[in-house]
């Protein structure tokens, strides 16, 4: 009776350390691989590297952090990160993370940052760079100069966006009428690590580079009609009405295939086909004097015969005020359903 009653409580012994380990996951690396490398839209790797290698962000290949020691670095991070949401990554994502993150091999050197500071920066690129912006938005801010432009931003907007991202971004894509995505990528930088006099000196450096309109143009495939094929261009403006900030002085031009010729057009300001020394290749051409926040305007052209893959109709939309750097925007038709090659 007393040898069982002994092994008794060394079996109940056993049982609660076991439901210790398991309120602990290890993490399942397979799936922290996914959440790395794909179905992640923060980009952790931006500043971790792609094989979690160190860049601007120490290495975390092959380091033996604790869960605890993962989480908190992300939830609350030491220095400059920003800090992610459970609504941006749970932690139990985090832990799967961690688990993949420690299947990979350490190592010795931890890799460069993914942007330097350039050389000749001005204070703001310097501090753009130095908080790591410009690991994620490149040097330029391509992207985000269209959102800014899309609620003519000022500092305030600014300012929410960094410090309290989570909260802002959504409701900026609310008020711009998109879609929430799933996740947000950005986390929320710290006042304390990026205060407001080097979030100033970052501002001053996006505002003279200056916003973008907010213009995005679609092209169809080529669909046959009667007399060709007509391929339509709709164009908008998806700033916010009354604020988001126009283009102006825009040229639109869709490149004609080899041996096709234009039937017709439609659309306001249409001046006929030129030649495109820059793409080698005819276009035909629309100048309009402003896309406002909130227009949106069609185009047709109607070709003799359609383009095959390599050599379709594709679209340029430039405009010349506000005069930005890579004031384009390139447009191409969708690719065919399954991928193969349009005829
Ligand atoms: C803007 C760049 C940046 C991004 C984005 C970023 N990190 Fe970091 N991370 C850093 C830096 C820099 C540190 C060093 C501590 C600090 O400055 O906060 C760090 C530290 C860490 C640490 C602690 C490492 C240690 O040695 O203790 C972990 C863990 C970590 N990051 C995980 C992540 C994960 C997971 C993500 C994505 C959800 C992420 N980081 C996104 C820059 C970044
Ligand atoms: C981990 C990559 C990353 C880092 C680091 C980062 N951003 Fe972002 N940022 C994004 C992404 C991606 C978006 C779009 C919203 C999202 O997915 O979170 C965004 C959105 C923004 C926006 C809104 C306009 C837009 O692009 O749509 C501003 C403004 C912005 N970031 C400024 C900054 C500043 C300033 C810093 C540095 C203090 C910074 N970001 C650091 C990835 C990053």
Redesign the pocket.
């Known amino acids: 009776m007393a040898t069982r009653y002994v092994l008794s409580a060394f079996t109940l012994l056993t049982l609660s350390l076991m439901q210790a380990t398991s309120a602990q996951p290890a993490g399942d690396p397979a799936k922290g691989e996914a959440l790395w490398l794909e179905t992640l839209?923060?980009?952790c790797r931006?500043?971790h590297g792609d094989e979690g290698e160190g860049a601007f962000g120490p290495d975390l290949a092959g380091r033996a952090l604790t869960r605890a020691q993962f989480i908190h670095a992300v939830r609350k991070p030491w220095g400059i990160m920003?800090a992610y949401a459970e609504s941006q990554i749970s932690d139990d994502e985090l832990t799967d993370v961690m688990a993949y993150l420690g299947t990979l091999p350490g190592v010795d050197e931890p890799g460069p940052w993914r942007r330097q500071v350039p050389v000749g920066a001005s204070p703001g690129l310097t501090a753009?760079t130095t908080?790591?912006?410009t690991?994620?938005?490149h040097p330029l801010f391509n992207?985000?100069r269209a959102?800014?432009g899309a609620v003519n931003?000022d500092f305030a907007w600014?300012r929410s966006?960094?410090y309290a991202?989570t909260a802002a971004?959504p409701a900026?894509r609310a008020r711009v009428g998109d879609p929430p995505?799933e996740r947000?990528?950005?986390?929320s930088?710290s006042p304390s690590r990026?205060p407001d006099s080097v979030?100033q000196s970052?501002w001053t450096y996006i505002v003279d580079l200056g916003f973008r309109p907010r213009v995005r143009g679609r092209l169809s495939a080529g669909s046959p009609s009667s007399d060709g094929v007509v391929y339509t261009l709709d164009v908008d403006n998806s700033g916010v009405e009354g604020i988001g900030i126009a283009a102006e002085d825009v040229t639109l031009s869709l490149a004609i295939p080899n041996g096709a010729s234009v039937v017709s057009a439609t659309g306001a300001g249409y001046q006929g086909v030129r030649r495109d020394e820059e793409a080698n290749t005819n276009v035909a051409v629309w100048e309009v004097e402003r896309i406002g926040a909130q227009d949106h305007q069609t185009y047709t052209l109607t070709l003799s015969q359609a383009g095959s893959g390599g050599d379709d109709v594709r679209g340029r939309l430039a405009w010349a005020n506000p005069s930005v750097t890579t004031p384009f925007v390139n447009i191409a038709p969708p690719a065919p359903p399954g991928g193969g090659e349009a005829h």
Request: hydrophobic fraction near 50%; glycine fraction near 10%; charged fraction near 5%.
């Open positions: 839209h923060v980009e931006d500043c920003p753009a908080t790591g912006c690991q994620c938005h992207n985000g959102m800014m931003a600014f966006i960094v991202h971004y900026t995505f947000l990528a950005m986390g930088f990026v979030l970052i």
